[in-house]
């Protein structure tokens, strides 16, 4: 077809919205993913990347706007990698969310009409994140700018505030950049691997306002930080540590994995399900503190946890899950793989005189097939990669009584769903997806399963 190359205009109706957060249209029986765009538009776009079956576009020309758009309320949104979906109405981004967790589990899953709920949201849509990691660079002025890279390019947008950010980072975010500025520090080049300054990173307790400050280098030869950070911890209040983080390696991870407080304390206080966490700023914690306190609610009921029961928290991070669920029962386990997260996770436990747990530093890989009971719940919250065939394998094995499975990608939730599903071993019974990232494509969804009575019997005994 003519008009099937590379930068040719065509003019499609957008139809869905991918899981990636581009919107999808057809043209000739051709799939075409535009960025930027929603189900409902009717746009002119330009071939950027074609393929014989499928082409990815430039939005050129709105045609006839969707009645789910709305003006961002970022005004570099055009611009700004950060958020994908600032032009689509918070109401639609949640039932596109659903649809995306629904789609995956019928495509991938093979599962038909899953049990899906309503998206659960927490709180707001904007001002929600906890926790901001920006890069930076040197404007072609020579002022260093800290933000987030454009779409699809590593040039930074330099930002003074960011709408989804916490409104408390704002005053550091400005005038940190300027101090670095004034002390003459040399920010990261990652083509030449010179420089020092990598990342600025910021972090909050929602409920107790403080705020910690990072800075990721290549290497310590920062001159005067000492005096820099005791100054900054003298003019903002709420910022109660500085730090430095090394990352010496040629990579696109953000932290490395040396630390050191350089004043202050190396970590902040939070209070989350009526506990107080000590959080580091570079270990896992939720970055929308309410929707997870929602969504720990809604496990906590749904589990009706017993006294008598053994509580296995695979991925469990600094234990901001298996902390408030222990309470409810006899024992609980921790399986974490970052020995930092499990240094915090028993320093938690023991600031809220939790004494039923025990975390265990390792991958669930290994310590999940050597444990020598049968948990009967096991939480599973693994990376967006999923979980591992043996953890898999070992869990149809074990046949743990019931499984919460909190998943921050539904394409690896539907395989491994569809895995502990076969031969119906297990079933679905709920699925509850979570917001955690408004303004952003990205959806968690937490599925809650039970072992099929026919297998109940069969289960592996609690000496393996
Ligand atoms: C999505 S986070 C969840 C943390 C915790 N459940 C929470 O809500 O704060 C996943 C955690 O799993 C850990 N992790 C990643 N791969 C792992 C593995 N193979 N074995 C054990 N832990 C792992 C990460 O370090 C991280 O703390």
């Known amino acids: 077809m003519e008009n099937w190359q590379q930068g040719e205009l065509i003019e499609v109706e957008i139809t869905d919205l991918s899981d990636t957060g581009d919107g999808v249209g057809r043209w000739q029986d051709r799939v075409v993913f535009v960025p930027d765009t929603v189900t409902g538009d009717r746009v002119l776009v330009r071939l950027v990347h074609v393929k014989p079956n499928y082409a990815y576009g430039k939005l050129k020309q709105l045609l006839q706007p969707s009645s789910h758009r709305i003006r961002p309320s970022c005004i570099v949104a055009d611009k700004c990698g950060g958020c994908q979906w600032q032009h689509i109405s918070y109401e639609y981004q949640l039932v596109a969310k659903r649809n995306q967790v629904i789609q995956a589990l019928e495509r991938i899953g093979g599962f038909a009409q899953p049990p899906v709920d309503p998206v659960l949201v927490g709180g707001e849509s904007l001002g929600y994140r906890n926790k901001a990691t920006y890069p930076l660079s040197i404007s072609h002025t020579g002022h260093v700018q ?68 990072t800075l990721v280098v290549k290497d310590w030869s920062l001159p005067g930080i000492k005096d820099q950070a005791l100054e900054w911890l003298k003019r903002y209040p709420q910022l109660v540590g500085v730090s430095l983080n090394r990352n010496g390696d040629r990579t696109n991870a953000i932290f490395g994995s040396e630390t050191r407080c350089i004043a202050g304390t190396p970590y902040l206080r939070e209070q989350f399900a009526g506990l107080e966490f000590h959080v580091l700023p570079d270990t896992f914690f939720q970055v929308y503190t309410e929707t997870a306190e929602a969504l720990l609610q809604i496990i906590k009921s749904e589990l009706n946890l017993q006294a008598s029961s053994v509580l296995l928290d695979a991925y469990c991070g600094i234990g901001t899950l298996t902390l408030p669920l222990a309470k409810h029962v006899n024992q609980a386990i921790g399986f974490e793989v970052q020995p930092e997260a499990v240094e915090q996770a028993i320093l938690n436990a023991r600031i809220n005189n939790i004494n039923n747990v025990t975390f265990i530093t390792g991958t669930v890989e290994k310590l999940l097939p050597s444990m020598d009971i049968t948990p ?75 072992l099929s009575q026919l297998y109940e019997g069969s289960k592996s005994s609690k000496k393996l």
Request: with cysteine; proline share 6%.
């Open 146 to 213: 800290a933000g987030y890279y454009q779409k699809g390019s590593h040039q930074l947008v330099n930002l003074n505030q960011c709408p989804v950010q916490d409104a408390r980072f704002n005053p550091l975010l400005l005038e940190v950049k300027q101090d670095i500025e004034k002390r003459g520090w040399l920010l990261y080049n990652e083509q030449r691997h010179t420089g020092v300054i990598r990342h600025l990173g910021l972090r909050i307790g929602r409920r107790t306002g403080e705020i910690l400050l």
């Open 376 to 450: 009967d719940v096991v939480l599973l919250d693994p990376p967006r990669k999923g979980c591992a065939n043996i953890v898999m394998e070992t869990l149809l094995q074990k046949k743990p009584p019931r499984i919460v499975y909190v998943s921050c990608k539904a394409t690896t939730l539907a395989r491994d769903l569809k895995l502990l599903c076969q031969d119906g071993v297990y079933s679905i019974t709920r699925i509850q997806p979570a917001d955690f990232f408004p303004q952003t494509a990205h959806v968690e969804a937490v599925a809650f399963i039970v």
